[in-house]
């Protein structure tokens, strides 16, 4: 039987939420390239003349979910910085701290996500609306 130590097994779970964190850059960008698709769905789909409402309301929400973004942006950076001295320094106090961060970007990062897929839903239903042939009265 082969039993790792207790030092290692946390340097390897160390490394794995930093690794984590690393990917969720990746999903900012992806979410970045959603929100641009988003803009160019609404610039090239106006509503009809005297119905923006919905247009506006649809730019207000993906311009929500880009501060959201860029939010999110600024602090999973930050949190790569405070973990990384725990890899290097396994004697280094950790406190509740630590998985509260860690946890907090996590669900704000799935709530966003969750944000963008119902966006992206109602939008597309929006936009077959506006392509459906209206019947004449």
Same mark, same amino acid.
């Given at each position: 039987?082969? $039993? %790792? ?12 939420? $930093? ?13 970045? !390239? ?6 160019? @769905? ?7 003349? #005297?119905?923006?409402?919905? %247009?506006? =309301? ?7 979910? $880009? ?15 405070? @973990? =990384?001295?725990?890899? #290097? ?14 946890? !907090? ?10 944000? $963008?897929?119902?966006?992206? %839903?109602?939008?597309?239903?929006? !936009? ?10």
């Amino acid at each position: 039987m082969n $039993y %790792s130590s207790p030092d290692s097994e946390l340097e390897a779970e160390l490394q794995e939420i $930093y690794l984590q964190a690393s990917h969720w850059l990746n999903d900012i960008s992806f979410l970045e !390239t959603e929100t641009q698709f988003f803009r160019n @769905v609404i610039d090239r789909y106006p509503s009809a003349p #005297g119905a923006d409402m919905r %247009s506006d =309301e649809f730019k207000a929400k993906i311009e929500a979910q $880009y501060q959201r973004l860029e939010s999110l942006k600024a602090k999973i950076p930050n949190f790569l910085s405070f @973990v =990384e001295p725990f890899i #290097g320094d396994l004697k280094k106090p950790m406190d509740m701290d630590f998985l509260n961060r860690y946890n !907090t970007l996590h669900l704000e990062l799935i709530s966003l996500f969750n944000s $963008y897929r119902l966006t992206k %839903s109602e939008l597309f239903q929006y !936009t077959e609306s506006l392509m459906a042939p209206k019947n004449p009265a």
